[in-house]
């Protein structure tokens, strides 16, 4: 019902989600958006019983959201809640449900080095996945450091990753667990792989005579004077002219 006001009852939100995810010991969210003029009230139920903040629910009410975050002591927290929303037009009521959710399956992923210093990783989620991925945890270290030095990076969205600034020609150890809303899976396997190192090359009488690697990335000096023109003009005067320089 619209009146020439503009008032008008209570409207779901578009995508609006009713069916959430949690196991016992964890926290689960459960939330009902819809919008309506006046702004509406919200309510949340079990059963015959009005919700409101205990120990095992807390209430959190914006002008178009309402958020009841449920505290699953045991399985008796999970199951079918009510929203009843509603203003001065009218009011409208949808079930909405927590249900047990499952951690992911570990994934795999493949590891390569196309560029100096930097490892890229291709993640590939478990087919047998029951819940949505969120993301991906992914850890790496030199190969011989310990995990407890690790860095991480904790994905949002995508497969494809690059980890970079690390040293040139290094062994890096490298693993990946899937993020979905109720936690994360276990660690894949450890794969090593190798960064690829920076190559200089010498230009002498129009040949290329010399190839070398650094282990480490280069001072940002050192490497603009190899890899510039200046160093190619040098060294191929002095190959020509070496009576010069004796």
């Not at 819809?34 to 059963?47: D, N, V």
């Not at 449900?97 to 570990?106: A, D, H, I, R, S």
């Not at 494809?160 to 690390?166: A, G, P, R, S, Y």
């Amino acid at each position: 019902m619209e009146g020439k006001s503009g008032l008008h009852k209570p409207v779901w939100k578009e995508g609006d989600i009713d069916t959430f995810y949690a196991v016992v010991g964890s926290t689960g969210n459960l939330t009902c958006e819809a919008t309506s003029e006046p702004p509406p009230t919200f309510e949340w139920f079990k059963g015959p019983a009005l919700l409101g903040n205990s120990k095992i629910y807390k209430l959190f009410n914006g002008k178009y959201k309402s958020t009841l975050q449920v505290k699953v002591q045991s399985h008796s927290n999970l199951g079918n809640y009510l929203c009843l929303v509603s203003n001065t037009v009218g009011e409208i009521q949808k079930d909405v449900f927590l249900m047990e959710g499952v951690l992911p399956n570990t994934p795999s992923f493949t590891l390569a080095s196309e560029e100096p210093g930097v490892l890229g990783v291709t993640i590939f989620p478990s087919p047998q996945d029951i819940l949505p991925l969120t993301g991906y945890k992914i850890q790496w270290k030199q190969a011989e450091a310990s995990w407890k030095h690790a860095r991480e990076y904790l994905t949002s969205a995508g497969n494809e990753f690059l980890i970079q600034d690390l040293d040139f020609d290094t062994d890096y150890a490298v693993r990946v667990s899937a993020r979905n809303e109720i936690g994360l899976s276990n660690f894949t396997e450890i794969f090593v792989q190798r960064t690829k190192g920076l190559v200089t090359v010498n230009i002498v009488d129009d040949s290329k005579v010399l190839s070398s690697t650094f282990n480490k990335s280069p001072p940002a000096s050192q490497a603009m004077f190899w890899g510039s023109p200046y160093f190619v003009i040098i060294a191929t005067w002095i190959f020509r002219h070496p009576s010069m320089i004796s």
